[in-house]
Each structure stands twice: as C-alpha cells, then as structure tokens.
C-alpha cells in the first residue's frame, strides 16, 4: 500500500513540476514578445477641427461647409439664404 502511495505522490510532484515549468517557459516567451499597445501605431494624419456656427458641434474641418466665412455641420444648418 504504502508504494502506491510513493507513486502517486510522485506523480503529482511530476506533474506539478512540469506545470509550473510550462508557466515558467509561458511566461518568459510572452515577456520577450509583448503584445503591441494600441497606441503603438504610427498616428494618422492630424485633421484640423472646426465648430459649426449653428450648433457648435466640433468636426473635422474637411467635412464643413462654407458660407459667409463660416463653417457648418450639415445642410440644415447652413444659412437660409445659402442652402443647397
Ligand atoms: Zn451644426
């Protein structure tokens, strides 16, 4: 009785050293390649920002339409002299 006993205990033993080995080599490989940031790709081009003079809505400049000087968010915001 006392042999299965040693056998068994030995088989845990293994099998505990073998898994805190495998974290060990896990833990090594994930600390050599780490997972890249979010934040660590090349930054896309700045775009400058504008308000529409309606509603005050901060948007990208690119997409605003002009008129008197102004900028504006969509059509329905636009002036009613100069909608489209
Ligand atoms: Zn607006």
Not at 9 to 35: E, G, I, N, Y
Not at 43 to 66: K, N, R, V, W, Y
């Amino acid at each position: 009785m006392s042999r299965i006993v040693f056998w068994i205990a030995l088989l845990v033993l293994v099998f505990f050293a073998l898994r805190s080995k495998l974290r060990a080599a896990l833990r090594k490989q994930q600390m050599h390649t780490p997972p890249q940031p979010p934040h660590a790709a090349p930054p896309a081009a700045i775009e400058d920002m504008t308000s529409c003079a309606q509603c005050g809505l901060h948007f990208p400049a690119s997409e605003a339409l002009h008129a008197d000087g102004r900028d504006y968010c969509s059509p329905a915001h636009l002036p009613a002299n100069t909608r489209l």
